[in-house]
């Protein structure tokens, strides 16, 4: 298996066109999460496996996903877990190359913690799981070394996600450091950009969220 493309529920305007996506994807195993499950089959995609309680959608368009006659598991509203949780879970027992989620991003800022928290759960299962909007790539990176391709208009930031990351170096980028420790509740890592071809982080100890943003 190479890869698997998770759709959540979240707002339509901060995922990138759907056509955009079955080209950049085209051998992976679609998953759909409650509305991502309709955003997907009215873009000509049918998910091999969706998740949901299915809140976010209108009983008709409940109706017209049920009609399309595909695999579907229902949860109830009340339960431990997020849809988007239930169906990451699934995708990690594949163990594929790496797990590739849209529609996890806007509106409400609780789901978008919790979506950024989930991505320990690849690490811990070390797949590759990354969160993309319109303007944003997420992905959460354990103690190594890590290349980073310069990309134009395109800034790096860095955000601690442990109480501290240890002997942080950067090199490549417009403001470089030297094995820094790098803590919580500082900004000092935040629009940064590749000068070079390409750009070296490493660090030894902690958590650190690695995101590639652009303006929209």
Request: hydrophobic share 40%; net charge negative; with cysteine.
């Given at each position: 298996m190479t890869a698997i493309v998770i759709m959540a529920g979240g707002p339509a305007e901060r995922v990138p066109p759907v056509d955009l996506l079955r080209r950049k994807h085209q051998n992976a195993v679609w998953i759909g999460v409650d509305r991502g499950v309709y955003t997907l089959l009215k873009n000509g995609v049918t998910p091999q496996a969706a998740f949901g309680d299915f809140d976010s959608v209108t009983e008709e368009e409940r109706q017209w996903i049920k009609d399309k006659a595909f695999p579907l598991e229902v949860y109830p509203e009340e339960k431990d877990e997020t849809d988007l949780e239930i169906a990451l879970n699934r995708a990690l027992l594949e163990q594929p190359d790496h797990i590739y989620i849209y529609?996890?991003?806007?509106?409400?800022?609780?789901?978008?913690?919790?979506?950024?928290?989930?991505?320990?759960?690849?690490?811990?299962?070390?797949?590759?799981?990354?969160?993309?909007?319109?303007?944003?790539?997420?992905?959460?990176?354990?103690?190594?070394?890590?290349?980073?391709?310069?990309?134009?208009?395109?800034?790096?930031?860095?955000?601690?996600?442990?109480?501290?990351?240890?002997?942080?170096?950067?090199?490549?980028?417009?403001?470089?450091?030297?094995?820094?420790?790098?803590?919580?509740?500082?900004?000092?890592?935040?629009?940064?950009?590749?000068?070079?071809?390409?750009?070296?982080?490493?660090?030894?100890?902690?958590?650190?969220?690695?995101?590639?943003?652009?303006?929209?």
């Amino acid at each position: 298996m190479t890869a698997i493309v998770i759709m959540a529920g979240g707002p339509a305007e901060r995922v990138p066109p759907v056509d955009l996506l079955r080209r950049k994807h085209q051998n992976a195993v679609w998953i759909g999460v409650d509305r991502g499950v309709y955003t997907l089959l009215k873009n000509g995609v049918t998910p091999q496996a969706a998740f949901g309680d299915f809140d976010s959608v209108t009983e008709e368009e409940r109706q017209w996903i049920k009609d399309k006659a595909f695999p579907l598991e229902v949860y109830p509203e009340e339960k431990d877990e997020t849809d988007l949780e239930i169906a990451l879970n699934r995708a990690l027992l594949e163990q594929p190359d790496h797990i590739y989620i849209y529609g996890a991003t806007g509106g409400r800022l609780d789901h978008l913690f919790a979506n950024v928290q989930l991505l320990f759960k690849g690490l811990k299962e070390n797949v590759p799981v990354t969160l993309i909007d319109r303007q944003n790539r997420l992905e959460l990176k354990g103690p190594g070394t890590y290349e980073l391709q310069r990309r134009e208009e395109t800034y790096f930031s860095f955000i601690p996600i442990s109480s501290k990351v240890e002997a942080l170096s950067m090199t490549g980028f417009k403001y470089e450091l030297d094995r820094h420790t790098l803590i919580q509740g500082t900004t000092l890592c935040v629009s940064n950009e590749i000068i070079k071809d390409t750009g070296m982080v490493t660090f030894e100890e902690g958590f650190l969220l690695f995101m590639e943003t652009w303006d929209d």
